[in-house]
């Protein structure tokens, strides 16, 4: 979305992230312009300080036999 590059750059600046972790935050910034407010991860730390995000653990995944 067209939104969605200027959110994450804000985004970027206001918590300082440099490296990998930037792309945490442009899932962020894309959940935040398509309207999703809940993430599923077991990265939390990255997204649990984010407005309008609620962020869950997910149950332990299960392998298929």
């Known amino acids: 979305p067209e939104g969605t590059a200027p959110r994450w750059l804000d985004l970027v600046q206001r918590r300082g992230v440099t490296?990998?972790?930037?792309?945490?935050l442009q899932i962020a910034a894309?959940?935040?312009e398509q309207g999703i407010g809940e993430i599923a991860t077991f990265n939390i730390d990255d997204f649990i300080?984010?407005?309008?995000?609620?962020?869950?653990?997910?149950p332990e995944t299960i392998e298929s036999s």
Not at 19 to 24: E, R
Not at 49 to 58: E, H
């Open 30 to 32: 894309t959940m935040g």
């Open 19 to 24: 490296g990998p972790d930037v792309f945490d």
């Open 49 to 58: 300080d984010l407005d309008g995000i609620a962020v869950f653990v997910p």
